[in-house]
């Protein structure tokens, strides 16, 4: 997605992924898993969750990188509801973030998009517009007190939530998270 936007000068960013670039291929499959591996820990030590949703936070960090390109992963539809303690307070703090715009409001709360700058060589013809921003997240704070995060990927949303811990501390609380193949919802739309 284009944007023409300034930048939001001395605001805070998210940190964007894991990735093994520079390393060779074997080196690179077992620095990636280590890293996931030390990620799933973490997370499972600072999350705030109920333990029926533990399969589902390490399910987070079981990603299949087999016939993937280096530095890619398989898309996977995620989305995580977390529960937060004001939603008014939330939506001013990830209103101030660099790498997040307000998309728009409505009476139930407000949608943001999560964006960086297009990696140097990506696909997409829009990535060689001056100022193009690839969106990588969907971020939906509820006058409910809750909040919607949504990526196209497990690492993604590992980071998502990451952010929004380091924006609105460690006390929102995990109540869904959900990963759809869309290679999966393909198959069942068609029959297969």
């Not at 960013?13 to 499959?29: F, I, N």
């Not at 960086?116 to 001056?130: E, V």
């Not at 939530?161 to 380091?166: A, N, R, T, V």
Request: charged share 30%.
């Amino acid at each position: 997605m284009s944007k023409g936007r300034k930048k939001k000068k001395g605001k805070k960013t998210g940190k964007h992924r894991m990735c093994g670039r520079g390393l060779s291929s074997g080196a690179q499959v077992s620095s990636v898993h280590q890293q996931i591996k030390n990620e799933r820990e973490r997370m499972l030590s600072v999350l705030n969750f109920d333990e029926h949703l533990r399969e589902r936070v390490e399910e987070m960090f079981n990603i299949n990188f087999e016939g993937i390109p280096a530095g890619k992963e398989p898309m996977f539809f995620s989305t995580a509801i977390l529960e937060i303690d004001n939603a008014e307070l939330a939506m001013r703090n990830i209103e101030k973030l660099a790498d997040v715009d307000l998309a728009g409001e409505d009476k139930d709360g407000a949608h943001c998009v999560w964006t960086r700058a297009y990696p140097k060589g990506h696909w997409n013809p829009m990535s060689n517009m001056i100022g193009a921003r690839q969106i990588i997240g969907n971020i939906r704070i509820n006058f409910d007190n809750t909040l919607k995060l949504e990526t196209k990927t497990k690492s993604w949303m590992t980071g998502l939530i990451y952010y929004m811990m380091s924006v609105l501390g460690k006390d929102i609380k995990l109540i869904n998270l959900e990963f759809q193949n869309p290679l999966d919802m393909l198959r069942k739309n068609h029959g297969r």
